[in-house]
């Protein structure tokens, strides 16, 4: 089956407010549907985020839990952050773990793979934020800390799924269920 694209797209009649800041921009609009209704809609732009599967000698690593202060409290989550140029994945990748896991420089990984090359619309009706994935795994010699690791399963089907019923992060239950489907 083929989806079709609106023959008539929606019209902006009005911006009401415009609030930006670092993190995120939140703006209201007025807008005009292919009915000719009028409708009134906020939305946030926020930078795309990259998440890493980190994999080391068999294991799924994830990061120190961390609070989030949207559903107000801690969190188990793949290691993570802002992407500014899905072309720096790569290096967004190294910057994230690095942070995430405490390490040190050097070239981190013994590979790094894409999960998506094209960015996953996070809430495409209220947000233009996407999602990229990775996974990436470190050498078996290199020494993450202890205290920098939130868990720790096997990299398996019966291990990721046991991570599952863990994460509540939606994003990172799509990145997990995306390795899944290409593990098998």
């Avoid at 797209?9 to 005009?32: A, D, F, K, N, T």
């Avoid at 993570?80 to 942070?99: F, H, K, N």
């Avoid at 390490?103 to 999960?115: I, K, N, T, V, W």
């Avoid at 495409?124 to 399963?153: F, H, K, M, N, W």
Wanted: proline share 5%; charged share 25%.
């Amino acid at each position: 089956m083929t989806a079709k694209h609106d023959e008539k797209p929606w019209q902006l009649l009005s911006q009401m407010v415009e609030v930006r800041s670092p993190w995120l921009s939140v703006i209201g609009e007025r807008l005009r549907d292919a009915t000719g209704q009028e409708l009134e809609y906020w939305r946030v732009e926020k930078p795309d985020s990259l998440l890493v599967i980190t994999i080391q000698d068999g294991r799924l690593l994830l990061p120190a839990r961390s609070y989030r202060p949207g559903v107000g409290r801690t969190t188990l989550d793949f290691a993570g952050g802002r992407l500014q140029d899905p072309s720096m994945i790569p290096e967004t990748a190294q910057v994230i773990v690095r942070r995430e896991f405490n390490l040190g420089g050097g070239d981190l990984f013994a590979s790094l793979e894409g999960l998506n090359r094209v960015g996953w619309d996070v809430d495409s009706s209220s947000s233009s934020q996407r999602v990229y994935g990775t996974v990436a795994e470190l050498p078996r010699d290199l020494l993450v800390p202890e205290y920098s690791i939130g868990a720790s399963y096997p990299a398996t089907d019966l291990g990721a799924r046991e991570l599952l019923r863990d994460l509540h992060c939606v994003q990172c239950r799509a990145l997990l269920y995306e390795w899944l489907e290409r593990s098998r």
